[in-house]
């Protein structure tokens, strides 16, 4: 049986879109994901309610994630409540600093917005995206592949 995992993203500067595609490229190594690859700011509760995995990419400003990201989440948190959407979540953060603020804060809305968290948050610095880009990508094919075995 066929998986869908969505990919949602933020990228002013096009470091967390290199980090989304790498997810993108990891997860297409799996067979039975199908994949909606696509900018936060783009996804709807629809999109959600596709999903059976949610890999959530995003930066870091000012200790909080992206404006987009947030936004996402503004505008689907109640109705995916209310869905009882439950579905497993990955996170990647691409920053200046160390991604701890958005990271600690979308840990904080997801459980209560139903997401539960499969694999330990990836924290990348933007000087070290390029060397680092292969765990993104790993990351990737060990959540399609959890999701595809049935196991997240």
């Excluded at 890999?55 to 992206?66: C, N, P």
Aim: charged residues 25%; contains cysteine; negative net charge.
């Amino acid at each position: 049986m066929c998986k869908n995992l969505l990919i949602i993203y933020h990228s002013q500067q096009g470091h967390n879109l290199k980090l989304a595609q790498a997810c993108k490229k990891g997860a297409e190594q799996e067979e039975g994901i199908q994949i909606k690859f696509q900018k936060a700011l783009d996804t709807s509760l629809d999109d959600v309610l596709w999903a059976d995995g949610l890999i959530i990419v995003t930066a870091e400003y000012l200790g909080y994630m992206s404006g987009a990201v947030k936004d996402f989440f503004d505008r689907t948190y109640y109705p995916a409540r209310d869905q009882q959407v439950n579905i497993p979540y990955i996170l990647l953060i691409c920053s200046e600093t160390d991604g701890t603020g958005a990271q600690r804060n979308i840990e904080r809305i997801a459980p209560s917005y139903t997401l539960r968290k499969a694999l330990d948050t990836i924290l990348i610095k933007e000087h070290r995206l390029e060397e680092d880009l292969p765990k993104a990508e790993e990351q990737g094919q060990t959540f399609a592949a959890g999701l595809s075995m049935g196991i997240f």
